[in-house]
């Protein structure tokens, strides 16, 4: 079975950090490409963050650059976020994603609100 859990979510003010962690299991996670999206209220999911099987490649959405970093431990099956310098639009639902030739999988997604 299917997993990918996604923690490390919640209440941050402005300027402030998180690291999102998501958990795979029931697949070979170093065969797949893995990515954060992310969904605002009102807006439609986007791409943040991926990087490729080895850790090779990262891409970055032009509005995180510089201030997110992706990256994953094959070993341990696990992807993250390090979120630095957060502001009120980075407010959304964040969902962990893994992809290869066939179908993606999906988390349920974290909660990553920035405010005052």
């Known amino acids: 079975q299917v997993q990918l859990v996604e923690s490390g979510g919640g209440l941050v003010q402005p300027g402030g950090s998180l690291r999102l962690s998501c958990a795979a299991s029931?697949?070979?996670?170093?065969?797949?490409?893995m990515s954060w999206y992310r969904q605002a209220p009102g807006k439609e999911r986007e791409l943040v963050a991926s990087?490729?099987?080895?850790?090779?490649?990262?891409n970055y959405a032009d509005s995180v650059k510089g201030r997110f970093t992706i990256s994953r431990v094959n070993a341990n099956n696990t992807l993250y976020l390090q979120m630095n310098s957060l502001k009120p639009e980075d407010t959304a639902v964040y969902y962990c994603?893994?992809?290869?030739?066939?179908?993606?999988?999906w988390g349920q997604g974290t909660q990553v609100t920035v405010s005052s």
């Open positions: 994603n893994a992809r290869t030739l066939g179908p993606a999988y």
């Open positions: 990087i490729t099987r080895g850790g090779g490649t990262l």
């Open positions: 029931g697949f070979t996670f170093s065969y797949y490409t």
